[in-house]
């Protein structure tokens, strides 16, 4: 078992929308909670992390925590062409070397 | 600040051959790693260090080499290049061990081994 998993997508959505993204996780150990966004072609770039369970919000975005089902969220709301990229989770114990991604939804913001 | 820098971005070497991926950042982060990118697999840690002089492997370290002698870089070496590490490769860092959810990436290079 995939100590983290995501629905790779793609993800197809008008503009305006809101949008979804989720991962799974297997290791109640862990602690911190990040996503990222990856345009194409590019790296990948820190859009936010948390390391509670429950919301946290950055404009239009909020990420969600719930350890309970381990399991984790974005939302994107009034959703922008802009917004068109790959979405990664990943996660972390603090101190520990390794940072585990999930495997990146791709999503397309349609005008 | 120029954050992560990483050259080249494109690459194409023959199987059996060697090479460097350059890293450098100039943000005075203790912490840097690197990982490559395969479809369907996200990303996966290759290397990583803590510090001058400190490195220690990840995930997927077989064929590759790091060391790190100075705070602002840390090359990746290819010993022998084969097809399977053909791939996208980010080298990341971040303020130290502690702070790894702040990571910062670089742009990435594209290798291709044939």
């Known amino acids: 078992q995939k100590e983290v998993e995501q629905d790779p997508g793609p993800l197809s959505v008008p503009e305006g929308a809101i949008v979804s993204l989720n991962c799974t996780y297997s290791?109640?150990?862990?602690?911190?909670f990040m996503w990222y966004r990856q345009y194409s072609r590019k790296g990948p770039e820190l859009l936010m992390y948390?390391?509670?369970?429950g919301n946290k919000e950055d404009g239009r975005f909020t990420a969600q925590v719930d350890k309970s089902s381990k399991y984790i969220s974005l939302f994107i709301r009034d959703s922008q062409p802009s917004d068109s990229a790959t979405y990664l989770c990943?996660?972390?114990?603090?101190?520990?070397?390794?940072?585990?991604f999930g495997q990146g939804t791709r999503l397309t913001i349609n005008p | 600040n120029a954050g992560v820098t990483q050259t080249p971005k494109f690459q194409v070497l023959k199987t059996g051959q060697s090479m460097t991926l350059q890293c450098a950042q100039d943000?005075?982060?203790?912490?840097m790693s690197w990982y490559r990118q395969d479809p369907g697999m996200g990303l996966r840690l290759i290397h990583y260090?803590?510090?001058?002089?400190?490195?220690d492997q990840g995930e997927v370290p077989n064929g590759y080499n790091v060391s790190r002698s100075t705070t602002e870089d840390f090359p990746l070496r290819l010993l022998s290049a084969a097809p399977s590490q053909t791939s996208v490769y980010f080298c990341?860092?971040?303020?130290?061990?502690?702070?790894?959810?702040?990571?910062?990436f670089g742009p990435g290079t594209r290798l291709t081994v044939t």
């Open positions: 943000m005075n982060h203790e912490y």
């Open positions: 948390t390391y509670s369970s």
């Open positions: 290791n109640s150990a862990f602690q911190y």
């Open positions: 990943a996660i972390l114990i603090q101190g520990a070397q390794k940072l585990v």
């Open positions: 260090s803590v510090g001058a002089g400190i490195t």
């Open positions: 990341a860092s971040s303020y130290s061990l502690w702070r790894t959810e702040e990571q910062y």
